[in-house]
């Protein structure tokens, strides 16, 4: 597979950098915000030694096409992703951010990871294994790892002293945040998911799960960050879906897989390099999603 090299840090000379996440870069524009989103690829919490080639791009189109397409989307912190319209300071930078940014309206982000899930997968499956239930949500008995709800459940999660993601139950979100607040959130995290799921399912892949980020604006919230990609979603073929085990998937789960079984890694930082046969493999599964669900052959 034929891939331009990889954009794992951006430093754009006369931009004021404001930090770097795991995998976006995120600088200071005024009254506004720059949000690059590079190729670095994370895994475990770790920021792993290798990148994806075009995954930003992917992350990044995604992202748009849901903003647009969506009606529960419309509320959003997205300005524009021409460069053309972002301004002098960036412009001597267009050819790096073509693609891969966009320019969004500051938010007061609320720290509470808005996680929907419309099948039982990872964490969930493990607490249903336990204790037949997925934060704290009961849940029919005789569910098989990947079967489907009888209904999308809202599962919240937030950032733990470690760094790792801690399930939240939704009165423990309402004690933080308050219950119009979180509820509010709740209603529309999985109006979304389950506008996206339906559109979804016909282009032949099934949303697992995924979540959503909000911030306030204006005394209300609006969705941030990414939306509905490969990174912050389990995405399933819909031909292939046997409940019972592990499904394959467009997401980064091909990685995942290789540093459980093949790279001897203990999963504490250092994160070891991918080989290039993982790098091309994963390459492919963010692309194929892209043009599933777009049904656009080329990236903008």
Same mark, same amino acid.
């Given at each position: 597979?034929?891939?331009?090299?990889?954009?794992?840090?951006?430093?754009?000379?006369?931009?004021?950098?404001?930090?770097?996440?795991? &995998?976006?870069?995120?600088?200071?524009?005024?009254?506004?915000?720059?949000?690059?989103?590079?190729?670095?690829?994370?895994?475990?919490?770790?920021?792993?030694?290798?990148?994806?080639?075009?995954?930003?791009?992917?992350?990044?189109?995604?992202?748009?096409?849901?903003?647009?397409?969506?009606?529960?989307?419309?509320?959003?912190?997205?300005?524009?992703?021409?460069?053309?319209?972002?301004?002098?300071? &960036?412009?001597?930078?267009?050819?790096?951010?073509?693609?891969?940014?966009?320019?969004?309206?500051?938010?007061?982000?609320?720290?509470?990871?808005?996680?929907?899930?419309?099948?039982?997968?990872?964490?969930? !499956?493990?607490?249903?294994?336990?204790?037949?239930?997925?934060?704290?949500?009961?849940?029919?008995?005789?569910?098989?790892?990947?079967?489907?709800?009888?209904?999308?459940?809202?599962?919240?999660?937030?950032?733990?002293?470690?760094?790792?993601?801690?399930?939240?139950?939704?009165?423990?979100?309402?004690?933080?945040?308050?219950?119009?607040?979180?509820?509010?959130?709740?209603?529309?995290?999985?109006?979304?998911?389950?506008?996206?799921?339906?559109?979804?399912?016909?282009?032949?892949?099934?949303?697992?799960?995924?979540?959503?980020?909000?911030?306030?604006?204006?005394?209300?919230?609006?969705?941030?960050?990414?939306?509905?990609?490969?990174?912050?979603?389990?995405? !399933?073929?819909?031909?292939?879906?046997?409940?019972?085990?592990?499904?394959?998937?467009?997401?980064?789960?091909?990685?995942?897989?290789?540093?459980?079984?093949?790279?001897? !890694?203990?999963?504490?930082?250092?994160?070891?390099?991918?080989?290039?046969?993982?790098?091309?493999?994963?390459?492919?599964?963010?692309?194929?999603?892209?043009?599933?669900?777009?049904?656009?052959?080329?990236?903008?």
């Amino acid at each position: 597979m034929d891939l331009p090299p990889a954009v794992t840090e951006t430093n754009l000379e006369g931009v004021a950098l404001l930090r770097r996440g795991k &995998v976006r870069d995120i600088y200071e524009l005024g009254e506004r915000l720059l949000i690059v989103a590079t190729d670095r690829i994370s895994a475990f919490d770790s920021v792993l030694g290798s990148g994806i080639p075009l995954k930003g791009s992917v992350l990044t189109a995604l992202s748009l096409f849901w903003f647009e397409r969506l009606d529960a989307a419309s509320s959003n912190h997205l300005v524009t992703a021409d460069v053309g319209e972002m301004g002098e300071t &960036v412009a001597p930078h267009a050819a790096l951010l073509r693609g891969r940014s966009m320019l969004v309206r500051k938010a007061d982000v609320i720290p509470v990871e808005c996680v929907v899930r419309g099948y039982l997968a990872g964490s969930g !499956w493990k607490e249903y294994r336990e204790r037949g239930s997925v934060c704290g949500i009961e849940l029919p008995e005789g569910l098989l790892e990947s079967s489907r709800l009888p209904e999308p459940v809202f599962t919240p999660s937030i950032k733990a002293e470690s760094g790792h993601d801690e399930n939240i139950s939704f009165e423990q979100a309402c004690e933080m945040h308050g219950s119009e607040m979180v509820t509010q959130l709740r209603d529309r995290s999985i109006a979304l998911y389950r506008e996206a799921a339906e559109y979804a399912a016909g282009r032949g892949i099934i949303i697992c799960d995924t979540k959503f980020e909000w911030g306030m604006a204006d005394g209300s919230p609006i969705l941030i960050d990414e939306v509905l990609t490969p990174d912050s979603s389990r995405f !399933w073929p819909s031909d292939q879906y046997q409940p019972g085990g592990p499904q394959p998937s467009f997401d980064k789960q091909y990685v995942r897989d290789w540093l459980v079984t093949e790279s001897g !890694w203990n999963k504490e930082p250092p994160a070891p390099a991918l080989p290039q046969h993982v790098i091309e493999r994963t390459a492919e599964k963010y692309l194929d999603a892209y043009r599933r669900l777009t049904g656009r052959d080329h990236l903008p």
